[in-house]
């Protein structure tokens, strides 16, 4: 059952502003989503109406999430948003031009309005086909106990506001805190004209901690974030307490820190450092580059482009991670995709529109930011293979160099593979062991080359979630073990 309470905005002064009636929330998604069988013939005359000028394939996309967002800021609950979104968009695919348009209604009428609109990239009619349907259901990928709108918005109000203490009784030197807390579920329904249609339901739940560490004259920040497509069984208090001790971990740790040195040096990468493949070598195994002759990676199947020791999988079928998911946004199911194996690119990643113009087989990577965007071609959980050596032994292979331990952003130009990368926290290494924390270093270098220079990597792996921009955001992780660069570019100030 929906309650009041889902439709609610709380102002930080605590009054309630109404964001739409209840009678026009009626049609409660999930029960909709159990009656499915309510929706074919529906969602058949939409497709008949995106396909009447003609055109190859259409789909729909119907979305409804129910969100909690509570932001926390000097101690203080700044804001709690408690919405549900509802919409569908429908798509037409006309000669590889693609025709969207979306609404903000479950409505058929006004799907069968949006879909006219989409239609409209057609040219020269013709007789609409449409396969009868054939419904997959859950996978389990991101099975949950929990949904998080069933839990009242206090206790997760509580969960915020106890990271926020929790960081703050760290060091008397943390002096500022920001949580932001987030949840939601996410309902979909994906039909196309090809006779696929997919229901499923994907959770998500992630903290965020900012903190700012003061001593004498000298200040850090901390960053931490955790997510997974978990139900609220995950965000429990010891989710809050371990963003909120690590964040203030780092900004007190780093307070210390002297001037990083510049040049070219060997740099161990700390477990985790994965968002360098995703960035650096990722962006360009996606078709749409590809397809376009904009990626480096074009035309390079069955090369090599990395050492022995390089193996890069794009995986959105890997149990609860924020990547991961049982469909894809056009109702592929999330696989496995080996995108380099020892150091061979083996392959790249497509949607449905990139795999039909390079003939290739979709890989589930077609994703929206919501319905009011149409699928591209996007990662998932990007993960370098772990290798053979332990950490501390890479560490005491490399006389002098930098130990990363978390990177901060970065940029890439996907045509070449250049990239730099902040680093939030990095200590020297000298004569094998980890020594001082040092601030303020850069890594610049090239995606290609980096992966010719990877000479040791760990038997650890570690994911960390991050939210990808494309034009269109959407939640990924990337994953790597510890991993030595024999030589990079650090620009530092010291
Ligand atoms: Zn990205």
Redesign the pocket.
Known sequence: MMKRRDFVKLTAKGSIIALGAPALLDLVARDKLAAADVLPPELKGVLKAALANGGQFADVYLEQVDRTTVSLAGGKVESVECGIHRGGGVRLLSDWKTGYSSCDSWEEEELKRVAGVASQMARGGGEPEIEDFTRKGERGIVAYEISPDEIESARKVEIATHADTIARAYDPAIKQVRVNYTDEIKRIVVANSDGVMVTHEVPLVWITVSTLAQRDSKQQSGYIRRSAKRGFEYAGLAFAEEAARESARQAVDMLEAGEAPGGEIPVVIGSGGGVVF??AV??GLEADGVERKTSFYTGMVGTRVGSDLISIIDDGSIPNLRGSFDYDDEGTPSQENVLIENGILKGYIYDLLTAWKLKAKPTGNGRRQSYMHYPMVR?TNTHLLPGDSKPEEIIEATPNGIFTRHLGGGEVDTTTGDFTFGVREAYLIENGKIGAPVKGATLIGNGPEILKRIDMVGDDVDFWPGT???GQWVP?TSGAPTLRIASITVGGRG
């Open positions: 995703h960035e990722g962006h990662m990808c921009g494309k990924v």
